[in-house]
């Protein structure tokens, strides 16, 4: 059985910082593409980032310089490191997996960029 478990979600004030984390299991971890996406109600799903099994990164262009993706074999984990965050930004984050045909995803975890 795959689970995707997203955690690191909360409330921010713009400028601030959080880190999404996504522990991975039932899957061999390492040879997985994984992303984040977000998603605003009434809108679709967006790309946020990518990170392929040889660890190339790929970011939306809304994120780029302030958002950094890593990932951890080892602990079957990958990450999202969100800086300089602003109001839109607010959206619920779902972890993502993908090999070959098969695709996976969290539950997600709501992220709140607001003073």
């Known amino acids: 059985q795959v689970q995707l478990v997203e955690s690191g979600g909360g409330l921010v004030q713009p400028g601030g910082s959080l880190r999404l984390s996504c522990a991975a299991s039932g899957i061999t971890f390492r040879i997985y593409t994984m992303g984040w996406y977000r998603q605003v109600p009434g809108n679709q799903r967006e790309l946020v980032a990518t990170i392929a099994s040889n660890s190339g990164t790929d970011y939306a262009d809304s994120v780029k310089g302030r958002f950094t993706i890593s990932r951890d074999n080892a602990k079957n984990t990958v990450f999202l490191q969100m800086n300089s965050l602003k109001p839109e930004d607010t959206a619920v984050y779902y972890c993502?997996?993908?090999?070959?045909?098969?695709?996976?995803w969290g539950q997600g975890t709501q992220v709140t960029v607001s003073s």
């Open positions: 993502y997996a993908h090999f070959f045909k098969a695709d996976y």
